[in-house]
């Protein structure tokens, strides 16, 4: 199965908003409130920010958002700081025996 | 305090096998959901198997069924990844992780261990 669709790259001033999409289908995305992203800096393992489409774990400042139309999924940051800049990477259940679909991962540049 | 240690990764031949490690702390392996994550040099993630609490139904990415079976040591409290017949393209670091039932999110990683598969 393919993976979900996300931007390759996004920039933004500090201060700023930003938004990442994520793409899917009816399979995961689309009918399913499955959707969780995760922050990686360079080197490191991934960080869970957003679960359940707009939940954020405990710890997680309140500048992540998430939300969810049809079948794309997004990812705000607001209040944009040097410490953004890096990988993120969004994720759904799915119908198919995977069970769990990454997107292909945006890197954000803090200009 | 919640931790996952991976071991086991190496460098391989193409067609050899090797079997990863993830030590758990801080809570019980067999009462949550286990997977396996993996990220090819420079590339994205990849959900690779998880393993079911309970039972222990499993599951694998199409990739590599037939070849990698996942499992867990209660008594250990260890979950493992075992990996034969490798391919060049099964080169990536392999995280294990923490994956909660209710939206599949992976709440705790590992640091990740590098299998690079090459003659």
């Known amino acids: 199965q393919s993976a979900l669709t996300q931007p390759a790259s996004v920039s933004g001033s500090p201060g700023q908003s930003i938004t990442i999409s994520c793409t899917g289908t009816s399979s995961d995305i689309g009918n399913y409130n499955h959707v969780s992203w995760y922050q990686q800096h360079p080197g490191k393992a991934p960080k869970l920010i957003i679960y359940a489409v707009s939940n954020r774990p405990s710890g997680i400042s309140n500048r992540f958002s998430g939300s969810k139309s049809g079948n794309t999924a997004s990812l705000t940051i607001s209040g944009l700081q040097a410490d953004d800049e890096t990988d993120y990477y969004c994720s759904s259940y799915t119908t198919t025996n995977t069970l769990v679909i990454f997107g292909g991962g945006t890197k954000l540049t803090v200009l | 305090e919640v931790q996952l240690v991976e071991s086991g990764g190496g460098l391989v031949q193409p067609g050899g096998s090797l079997r990863l490690s993830c030590a758990v702390s801080?809570?019980?392996?067999?009462?949550?959901?286990m997977g396996w994550v993996r990220q090819a040099p420079g590339k994205g993630l990849e959900w690779v198997s998880v393993v079911y609490s309970g039972g222990g139904d499993t599951y694998y990415v199409d990739s590599v069924k037939g070849r990698f079976t996942i499992s867990r040591d209660n008594s250990k409290n260890t979950l493992y990844l075992q990996m034969n017949s490798l391919r060049p393209e099964d080169t990536a670091v392999y995280y294990c992780?923490?994956?909660?039932?209710?939206?599949?999110?992976?709440?705790?990683w590992g640091q990740g261990t590098l299998v690079t598969v090459s003659s």
């Open positions: 801080g809570f019980t392996v067999s009462n949550y959901y």
């Open positions: 992780a923490r994956v909660r039932a209710n939206y599949y999110q992976l709440d705790y």
